[in-house]
Nanobody, 116 residues
């Protein structure tokens, strides 16, 4: 059974940085895409960034230039480096992996709070 375990969330002041990690345990036959979503209170879950098997990255406009997604394919791990954090980045962040069979796997979520 596949499980995604996230870590790295927490409380940070505006302008600070955090690094999220997500490690997949269990066997996934072929990973198509890995990504991070977030959901703020009262809002819909939105894609923050993703990276394809080929290494192509995609970011939502509000995080471009501040966040960087990367992966360790050998370890089925994806990272999100978040710099210059803003209060509007406050949300629960979820890791997502999509297999080549287009099956979705989700982490349990990790809270990121940006506040002074």
């Amino acid at each position: 059974q596949v499980q995604l375990v996230e870590s790295g969330g927490g409380l940070v002041q505006p302008g600070g940085s955090l690094r999220l990690s997500c490690a997949a345990s269990g066997y996934i036959f072929g990973i198509y895409r890995m990504g991070w979503y977030r959901q703020a209170p009262g809002k819909q879950r939105e894609l923050v960034a993703d990276i394809t098997y080929g290494g192509t990255t995609n970011y939502t406009d509000s995080v471009k230039g501040r966040f960087t997604i990367s992966r360790d394919s050998a370890k089925n791990t994806v990272f999100l480096q978040m710099n210059n954090l803003k209060p509007e980045d406050t949300a629960v962040y979820y890791c997502n992996i999509v297999s080549i069979a287009r099956r979705d796997y989700w982490g349990q979520g990790t809270q990121v709070t940006v506040s002074s």
